[in-house]
């Protein structure tokens, strides 16, 4: 059988992994777990701060008109993804992460954007106190869905599934439990290692990417399918 990756992410999303991951001879296979949608708003004066926060494409996607007021701003972007979108809708970025907004934080100097607006989903992280005041503001919501008919299959058969939040593992789980799904067929590929805890136990095997990209998350879910296409079962050295 072909190794395959499943990818559960909010259908846009999960069409750009899987050009990616196209990239590296993977087929995959898209069945959204969630359904973005907009949230209302109220939206503070600029004038109010010194850079806006993006920890996801998602932020520029739905944000709406409101955003145009920011674009004065430089922004904080976590992943490169997300400085993508932010620099096409026409705003400039001046740091990006790759590992999280915490570190993004921590990397700046003391006296660096001391008044930041974090635009986010309804569900986030939340951040560890830095002595900069961050106003945050929820312009998107992940709506979960039920497993879809194609991903059930999916995992029935066993394969490679990509994992990018605590909240995805989670209800990835569940939906296991309630459909009566055979974890021991299917890898788990997360974001991280929380991530890939959240997940629980049972799984055929369960890795964490190194770094919290992408391409880090594919090239892992590669390597996972050559050792299956190889038959050598071998686990890459990574896992949790």
């Not at 050009?19 to 898209?30: D, E, H, K, V, W």
């Not at 992943?79 to 970025?93: D, H, K, L, P």
């Not at 989903?121 to 951040?127: E, Q, R, T």
Request: aromatic share 4%; glycine share 8%; with cysteine.
């Amino acid at each position: 059988m072909t190794c395959s990756v499943l990818i559960l992410r909010p259908d846009d999303s999960a069409r750009e992994t899987a050009q990616r991951a196209a990239l590296l001879g993977l087929t995959s296979i898209i069945d959204p777990l969630f359904a973005v949608e907009p949230l209302q708003w109220s939206a503070p004066p600029a004038e109010e701060f010194d850079a806006l926060m993006l920890t996801s494409a998602n932020a520029v996607t739905f944000g709406g008109q409101a955003l145009d007021a920011y674009k004065s701003l430089p922004v904080l972007a976590v992943g490169s993804a997300t400085a993508a979108a932010a620099e096409q809708a026409g705003f400039i970025v001046a740091e990006t992460g790759n590992r999280g907004a915490d570190d993004l934080l921590r990397a700046l100097t003391g006296d660096q954007f001391t008044r930041v607006l974090r635009l986010t989903g309804k569900d986030h992280v939340k951040l560890i106190p830095s002595g900069r005041k961050i106003a945050l503001r929820r312009v998107y919501q992940a709506r979960a869905l039920a497993l879809g008919d194609m991903a059930q299959a999916a995992l029935r058969q066993g394969h490679v599934v990509l994992l990018y939040s605590v909240r995805a593992a989670k209800i990835l789980s569940d939906e296991m439990d309630r459909g009566h799904l055979d974890r021991s067929v299917n890898h788990i590929v997360a974001l991280s290692a929380n991530i890939a805890s959240a997940a629980g136990e049972g799984w055929k095997s369960v890795q964490a990417a190194d770094q919290p990209t992408d391409d880090a998350l594919l090239s892992l879910a590669g390597r996972l399918c050559l050792d299956k296409e190889n038959g050598t079962g071998e686990a890459p050295t990574n896992s949790i």
